[in-house]
């Protein structure tokens, strides 16, 4: 398996947390940068967040101080926490493995009351 699968969208209230996951196969992710991107509805793929496989972290304009990425190299997971969401976080959330040029499948967040 070479594309990430993620997990853990769904319907969160405006205000509320969510932590999406990413595990990717070892050949994709063992040493490499791992990202995250989200679409939402009428909207172009934007940049969320990336993490190298040392740790250094890099935050899109739209989430940051509301999100951390982080990563697990022995479980090949990297995790999205996303705090204090708002209605226009809505959308596709995807996971990247930069290196490789693979992407998953998406998870669906939608935030509403």
């Known amino acids: 398996q070479v594309q990430p699968v993620e997990s853990g969208g769904g319907l969160v209230q405006p205000g509320g947390s969510l932590r999406l996951s990413c595990t990717a196969s070892?050949?994709?992710?063992?040493?490499?940068?791992m990202a995250w991107y989200r679409q939402g509805p009428g909207k172009q793929r934007e940049f969320v967040a990336s993490?190298?496989?040392?740790?250094?972290?890099n935050y899109g304009i739209s989430m940051r101080g509301r999100i951390t990425i982080s990563r697990d190299n022995i479980k090949n997971t990297v995790y999205l926490e996303m705090n204090s969401l708002t209605p226009e976080d809505t959308g596709v959330y995807y996971c990247?493995?930069?290196?490789?040029?693979?992407w998953g499948r998406g998870t669906q967040v939608i935030v509403s009351s």
């Open positions: 990247n493995a930069v290196e490789a040029g693979s």
């Open positions: 070892t050949i994709i992710f063992r040493g490499r940068q």
């Open positions: 993490i190298t496989s040392g740790g250094t972290t």
